[in-house]
């Protein structure tokens, strides 16, 4: 069976709602990555195998799955054909910094109703006009993520440095796209080198390279989304060239961002 990539991804205006992606893969596997938003994932056909936080797990049909932010995550086949699946990439107002944990310890929610519900959503956020539909299913869909990942008492387990790490994430974020050194980055922050790559990569389980790339591919899908052309995209994201956003980009999103234009 040849290899197939299929997607359509768009931003409705509904508030919370950062992108819809629907995507059929065979014989592609998404490699460590994180978003900033909250992914939202049902698989209408075949089934994915990810790893979460050091952990697999799986997403057959009748599961919801929930991956918090910044949290990396890979993905691939779980079966021959491949998966057909449809996201949604929320943003923190429908949930809370406070439901990461949960959501790590727990992302895939076998639920018939929100299974029901977050396909039912999906199906409104298809027809333009359903904006107020879309999102009444989706305050329900939100109580109801929240009533299972309701916070738990437990004790933190300690990270190397967890500190350092958390102020080289935010002049990560801080820099998209300027960019930041490692030695620049070692100076503002006081560290040697070798422990800052160290910390962060222990605290969040990717290098601090791939977290930028990362966030710039996730920054490129809004441009282009709006109609920027790649070339422009690449600049406004802090990649070096087209080429070099369109391999990153090919990478984590599995189309080149042509392609992924276009398909919206």
């Known amino acids: 069976m040849a290899a197939r990539q299929e997607v359509t991804a768009w931003r409705p205006a509904v508030p919370g709602v950062v992108e819809v992606f629907h995507a059929h893969f065979t014989g592609y596997a998404y490699p460590m990555h994180v978003h900033e938003a909250w992914t939202l994932l049902i698989v209408d056909d075949g089934a994915v195998r990810y790893d979460l936080d050091r952990h697999e797990h799986g997403t057959p049909h009748d599961t919801v799955s929930l991956l918090p932010p910044h949290v990396p995550h890979n993905g691939s086949p779980a079966t021959p054909g491949g998966f057909r699946k449809r996201v949604v990439y929320l943003d923190t107002s429908l949930l809370g910094a406070d439901l990461v944990g949960s959501a790590v310890d727990t992302p895939d929610l076998r639920d018939p109703v929100l299974r029901r519900r977050v396909g039912q959503l999906h199906h409104a956020l298809d027809h333009p006009g359903d904006e107020l539909e ?106 070096f060239d087209q080429s070099h956003l369109t391999r990153h980009f090919r990478k984590l999103v599995g189309v080149t961002p042509g392609r992924y234009a276009k398909s919206g």
């Open 134 to 239: 879309a999102a009444s299913r989706l305050t329900f869909i939100g109580e109801r993520l929240t009533a299972h990942l309701r916070p738990r008492l437990v004790t933190d387990v300690p990270r190397a440095d967890p500190g350092l790490a958390r102020r080289l994430r935010e002049l990560l974020d801080a820099r998209i796209v300027e960019g930041v050194a490692l030695e620049e980055a070692a100076a503002l922050l006081h560290a040697h080198p070798a422990h800052l790559v160290r910390a962060f990569s222990t605290a969040y389980g990717i290098a601090p390279h791939q977290y930028l790339n990362s966030r710039r591919v996730d920054r490129a899908r809004r441009l282009l989304l709006e109609g920027r052309r790649p070339g422009e995209v690449a600049t406004a994201t802090g990649f």
